[in-house]
């Protein structure tokens, strides 16, 4: 409560102060998690975009990934298949909107996630789902 008022009262002397708001538009909306490289897909076992609780131990595809029983995490030196693990995403390509299919090899329900953006928690049917990923310029489906 206290914080909420300090940070109004900020602004409003900030904008007499003629500092401007647009100091407080230079972050961008939506910057990219830690570690997911540019041009990729990137998913991580646990929400916040984190799994294990390190940024860096996602996994990240490009183009596609047929069947993500394939590929594994590293959970505290443990392996587990990213195969119906994956509890958020981000979308770091350039060019495409990807999406996350239920089944593999683009089988079963998809969720599309706009380019750019992500979900720092899948959320009901999603959370735990995804078998296999495609960027949109290599499926049909979204
Ligand atoms: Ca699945």
């Known amino acids: 409560m206290s914080k909420k008022r300090w940070t109004i009262r900020g602004m409003a002397a900030g904008v007499i102060a003629g500092i401007g708001v647009a100091a407080f538009a230079v972050a961008p909306a939506s910057a990219a998690p830690s570690n997911c490289s540019s041009g990729a897909m990137c998913l991580w076992m646990d929400s916040n975009y984190l799994t294990d609780g390190f940024s860096v131990l996602n996994f990240e595809f490009q183009y596609y990934h047929t069947d993500f029983a394939f590929v594994d995490w590293w959970e505290s030196g443990t392996?587990?298949?990213?195969?119906?693990?994956?509890?958020?995403?981000?979308?770091?390509?350039?060019?495409?909107?990807?999406?996350?299919?239920?089944?593999?090899?683009?089988?079963?329900?998809?969720?599309?996630?706009?380019?750019?953006?992500?979900?720092?928690?899948?959320?009901?049917?999603?959370?735990?789902?995804?078998?296999?990923?495609?960027?949109?310029s290599y499926t049909s489906a979204c």
């Open 79 to 136: 392996a587990v298949s990213v195969d119906n693990t994956t509890s958020s995403v981000y979308n770091n390509g350039n060019s495409y909107n990807a999406a996350l299919f239920a089944n593999p090899r683009e089988g079963g329900y998809h969720k599309t996630f706009v380019k750019k953006t992500g979900q720092s928690q899948l959320t009901g049917y999603w959370n735990d789902r995804a078998s296999s990923g495609y960027f949109c």
